[in-house]
């Protein structure tokens, strides 16, 4: 028996206990948590004679951010280190913590002295980074069912408790998909025209099982550079047919299908969500997600979509035929099938630009790509990232800690390899927020990072280094931009310090501008070095690079338009009690949209985890609205480089610190962004770095 005296979920005197923490401990921590929160909520319940900040909202905030840490730490350990023992307590206690925080966003009681507090004379007197939180409370508890007759709140509690058992069914499905999955290829000619470090890692993972030959599977690493550079078309279309498939009922293990196909969990999802819209007075579940971001209306994103697809169309079309003459001429494909693609867009890109991204991974091994970044981050906003020491949940993970002048400003963990038991995608999230306790003692931020890029193989017994893609650079610059928007806020209130608060349609501005530093000569010159000969970048090979910067750049975004389209017309006008399948919303969609049109057996849909478990739901079109706003603050750093022929200007940084990062969700994302900018933000920026301008 666990007791609570030596549970580490249950000390917060520092950094999680990653090495102490196991499923055993997760119940009794979550239910003594859940207890001690429900007794503060009960004695801030009753009736006093004045409601304050100070006897009111810390009280709460200090019981409330307790029980979001540990079941943070729980969550993030079902993400990184999945095991049947975790999941099994992770999903026994889900129940009870959604519960609780359903409950507490229809406590009337509460909700009454939130609106007291808004209606104070004091009110104006108040921290703007207090008032804002207050009105986002005030916001939250109607969102959340407090005004509702106890009868519809009773059922409303119930559709949060299904929605969450349902969506982490659907992650648990791709997970349990994608580890499912491997191929064996037994003669190394079927492999032909694969890199050599693919080989490597599919020959190390073979070994590791037993198995003679080279073995891949489904995590992004192992099966995309088949898509990309397997000779044998047979192989190609093998791993995208069982890609595009996972987790649905055209699934590759016909055996296991109906436990893992996600297509009625997609059908519940959207009821459930749609029923929860109606119950709040709304017309659709678009229009729930739309209120606490950016965009007016789902209409309003709808014309901000249609509008980027009108514009980038006729670019897609081209890039598009030009690939169908391409793989016809010179690879003697006539008809180009969807596990074509990759391979004959690398080809041409070869033929055009006349480098391959094989060659130019070369250049970036991890040690070398992981100082460009901390030197950069540095340089631009005078802070320093050093080793740090932590306890962590795979011998992998990295600690780091970031200081300015001398005093700590936040800490991360760094995950970057794919592995089983560990979730897809790359993501940042917070272990832990900035706050001032009411002692006056500063809690720095802490935020975890983590990726699935391919770990270093072994060979002859010796680890080599990992070699990283110039897309997967991309993507850790991205993560550390959230990152960054964590850490480096100033702000004191943990209700709206670092990420929290900002609207969703702006939380990817920092992510997204980060990305286009991957771009610049100044950066890459720091961050490269030939895995042989530790080389830096050649200049002639980067003008080739940029050259290439926007080699389809028509055909990615109308694919991104394409699953934002899709994402907001299942929650606007989509009826999922109604005949139409979800398959085809989605052919209708893409018949208007796409100019590449899927195999009628993909499923992508199966696995979109983004709108159907991680919090994207009518909300997809976020990457396209906030590159906007990220192309756009990323243009001042041009405009000063024009200036003094540098892009990276320490002013503009303090500036883009001081406007955007440090602020978090202090204050609405447009005011920030026009503080920076001096203006409000324009699609200029995003269509001329797209190649997109008229």
Known sequence: MTTDAINPLLDFSGLPRFDAI?????TPAIDTLLEQSRAVVATLEAPSEQVTWDNFVTPLEDATELLGRAWGIVSHLNNVVDTPEL???????QPKVTEFWTALAQNEALFAKYKALQADAGFAALAPARRRIIDNAV???RMGGAELPEDKKERFADIQEEHASVSTRFSENVLDATNDYKLLVADEADLAGLPDDVKQAARAAAEKEGKAGWEFSLHFPSYYPILQFADKRALRETVYRANATKASEQGEVFSERDKWDNTQNIVTLLKLRDEEAKLLGYKNFAEVSLVPKMAQSPEHVIQFLEDLAQRARPYAEQDFAELQQFAKDELGLDQLKAWDIPYASEKLQERRYAFSAQEVKQYFPEHKVIDGLFRLVQNLFSVSILPDTASVWHKDVRFYR????GRLVG?????????????GGAWMDDARGRRLDTNGALQTPVAYLTCNFTEPAVQDGVAQPSLFTHDEVITLFHEFGHGLHHM???????GVSGISGVEWDAVELPSQFMENFCWEWEVLQHMTAHVATGEALPRALYDKMLAAKNFQSGLQTLRQVEFSLLDMHLHYDYEPTGEKSVQQLIDEVRGRFAVI?????NRFQNSFGHIFAGGYAAGYYSYKWAEVLSADAYAAFEEAAALDGGALSTETGKRFQQEILAVGGSRPALESFTAFRGREPSIDALLRHS???A
Not at 22 to 26: I, L, M, R, T
Not at 488 to 494: A, F, Q, Y
Not at 597 to 601: I, N, S, T
């Open 22 to 26: 196991k499923a055993e401990h997760v």
């Open 87 to 93: 999941r099994a307590t992770y999903n026994d206690n």
């Open 139 to 141: 916001r939250d508890f």
């Open 402 to 405: 970031i200081e300015r002048d």
């Open 411 to 423: 800490q991360f963990y760094l995950d970057l390899y794919a592995r089983a038991g560990k979730s």
């Open 488 to 494: 480096l806020t100033l702000v004191d209130e943990i």
């Open 597 to 601: 049109v899927p195999p009628a057996f």
């Open 691 to 693: 190649g997109m301008a």
